[in-house]
């Protein structure tokens, strides 16, 4: 029988949660790393005993960590990020260019087939990759090389690289965002990028055209459409059927189009979820109400999911990579808050569990469906 393992990175250390199909009883271990940062911790589907973690502090700085026993025991492994060729500069707040300056990984991307393959976007934006487990990185700079690169600033909280889309059916294709920049895909695997920002609209950008400075906060794919791109962005909710060549708005009835997370339920490809709060000053819900929404027209449409979560003076977000679902049937969702809740649903977010009511604020939360 089936049985999911859930990947929680805090402020303050990792938590791995464990529960049998029902999803309805959970056990933690941890904290893992306790004190440091956990940005995010991510299995790889090709081999789920495969864990991989990026640690930081502000005094001891980056480490990856790896597992190959599912987090029982970590190692340190490769910690070298180094930005190839020229590295160049890009705009600060005020204007100014400043140069490159690598701060820390957002995001890990393990290779849907291949254990040893590892993505990983890192602040300042830029993409790297590794074939060894993460003993050694080497970025794919045709990204941060980009002819617009110059004109790319950071959003509110840094210029990060902080969502990767792989896809088994098209492994020559990469989806990227970066805050706030916008969406970029290659073609062949890395070596040469596009902007894929037509149809969005910013109020910060005066030109409505603009290639670039647009801030996505993320994108959600499901495996069997690699074609069909949803996104949060700093106000809008979106979607694209052309692979990111054009974006159309899907908000609809919202009460919000704030946000930060979104996914996709792995059974029903126009099943989408976000988690609207009040605005980008007002990092919470509106009226004080967690409410996770759910559309299953994919968009526009969209109904509020609210049993079992707090709906009176609740004021936590929700973080872009901290909502997750499983492969059982019926769907899990998961997502976690800056309160240090995390709530999952068995019934495809028709009810909801806090299976965790006092970790650190969450960052991150990733599932593993196991055999």
Not at 16 to 26: E, F, G, M, N, T
Not at 126 to 139: N, P
Not at 202 to 213: F, K, L, N, R
């Amino acid at each position: 029988m089936a049985s999911v393992r859930l990947l929680v990175g805090t402020r303050k250390g990792a938590f791995i949660l464990h529960a049998d199909a029902a999803r309805k009883k959970w056990k933690i271990d941890g904290p893992l790393f306790g004190g440091w940062e956990i940005y995010h911790l991510a299995g790889s589907p090709a081999d789920p005993d495969r864990l991989y973690a990026s640690q930081v502090t502000n005094w001891f700085g980056q480490v990856i960590q790896r597992s190959d026993d599912g987090g029982k025991t970590w190692n340190p492994v490769g910690n070298e990020f180094a930005y190839a060729g020229e590295v160049g500069t890009h705009q600060w707040y005020d204007g100014s260019q400043r140069p490159w300056e690598f701060k820390r990984v957002w995001h890990l991307e393990p290779s849907p087939t291949e254990p040893d393959t590892v993505f990983a976007g890192v602040e300042d934006a830029a993409l790297f990759h590794s074939r060894d487990g993460g003993q050694s990185w080497r970025e794919l700079d045709g990204l941060r090389h980009h002819t617009s690169g110059p004109d790319w600033m950071p959003g509110a909280g840094g210029m990060c690289l902080h969502t990767i889309l792989l896809n088994p059916q098209r492994p020559e294709r990469i989806t990227v965002a970066i805050s706030s920049a916008g969406a970029f895909r290659s073609d062949d695997h890395g070596v040469n990028w596009k902007p894929i920002n037509r149809g969005l609209h910013s109020e910060q950008i005066p030109d409505p055209h603009a290639e670039v400075g647009h801030c996505v906060h993320r994108l959600a794919v499901h495996p069997s459409r690699p074609d069909v791109l949803f996104m949060q962005k700093h106000w809008d909710v979106m979607r694209s059927d052309d692979g990111g060549d054009n974006w159309r708005e899907v908000s609809g009835n919202l009460p919000s189009d704030f946000g930060f997370p979104i996914a996709v339920h792995t059974h029903e490809p126009e099943t989408i979820y976000v988690v609207p709060i009040k605005s980008d000053s007002e990092h919470y819900p509106p009226d004080g109400k967690l409410r996770v929404y759910r559309s299953r027209s994919g968009g526009q449409e969209w109904e509020p999911l609210t049993k079992g979560l707090p709906q009176r003076h609740c004021y936590v977000n929700v973080l872009r990579d901290a909502m997750a679902v499983d492969s059982i049937d019926p769907c899990g969702v998961y997502f976690g808050t800056t309160g240090g809740q995390v709530y999952a649903s068995a019934d495809s977010g028709d009810s909801w569990q806090a299976i965790a009511k006092h970790f650190p604020a969450v960052l991150s939360v990733e599932v593993q469906t196991l055999p």
